[in-house]
């Protein structure tokens, strides 16, 4: 759909959501804009795409892993090696889009174009990203366990085709995450930490991811009281496992 729509385009700034989004704010189309004009060496612009808040449990942790993610893709972007955007709010020109021709490269591949042609097109200088909340474009999570990963499976898949650096640091951050837990669980055990320790730590790293995590959360509205965070965090492992699992008996899957 992107591809068409920018094709035919008579303009050099496009910005995109997709049909199931809300727009919240008569300034997002603006704001999308001010923020591609900070700089005339600007050509993409990543928006950040929230889901709207209810009450389940799929929901809290999918605003939760969506933040999460946003996090780390506007950090990555920050500190000049952007790696992905969201599709429903993702702002490039034209001139770019035909500079790297398009999705030529990765038309094959059955979803995440916005992904790879920000692997594609985007560099350490004509990258920026808009949290302004008037920006925001919402969306609704998925109702069910199995939707919710079935949706991320498809993520997963994109995922792959990243370049190498990206997928090494990606990886060593779920990595670090499981082996955190590992580590204390197996101590446990084989009885060579006590359980006083444990729980030492665990508020330790609680304590200081919160403190990390807390203002991000804030600034993108994800509405995660922070007492929920260590909860949270424990389900992130076990998200981060089963999508481990996923991505070695998944089978490619092709346009």
Not at 45 to 57: E, N, Q
Not at 61 to 84: C, D, H, K, V, W
Not at 139 to 161: E, L, M, V, W
Request: glycine share 4%.
């Amino acid at each position: 759909m992107h591809q068409a729509i920018t094709e035919a385009s008579q303009y050099d700034l496009l910005l995109f959501t997709d049909a199931d989004c809300t727009i919240k704010s008569r300034r997002w189309i603006s704001s999308m804009v001010a923020a591609m004009q900070q700089s005339k060496i600007y050509e993409i612009v990543l928006g950040y795409g929230p889901m709207t808040a209810s009450y389940s449990c799929v929901n809290i942790f999918a605003r939760f892993e969506t933040a999460l993610t946003a996090i780390q893709y506007f950090s990555y972007a920050l500190s000049g090696s952007p790696y992905m955007g969201v599709g429903r709010n993702l702002m490039y020109t034209k001139k770019l889009y035909n500079k790297v021709a398009g999705f030529e490269a990765h038309q094959h591949i059955a979803s995440g174009d916005d992904d790879l042609f920000i692997q594609s097109a985007a560099n350490s200088t004509n990258t920026t990203i808009n949290i302004d909340p008037d920006s925001f474009v919402y969306s609704n999570s998925k109702k069910t366990i199995r939707s919710f990963f079935n949706q991320k499976a498809r993520h997963i898949s994109t995922s792959s085709h990243y370049g190498w650096s990206h997928k090494l640091l990606l990886s060593l951050f779920a990595i670090a995450q499981i082996t955190v837990f590992f580590i204390l669980i197996l101590g446990l055990i084989v009885d060579y930490w006590s359980l006083t320790f444990v729980i030492v730590i665990l508020v330790i790293k609680w304590t200081l991811q919160t403190m990390l995590h807390f203002r991000w959360m804030k600034k993108l509205h994800t509405g995660i009281i922070w007492i929920l965070f260590p909860m949270l965090d424990i389900l992130l492992v076990i998200y981060y496992m089963i999508m481990a699992g996923y991505s070695i008996i998944r089978k490619p899957i092709k346009w």
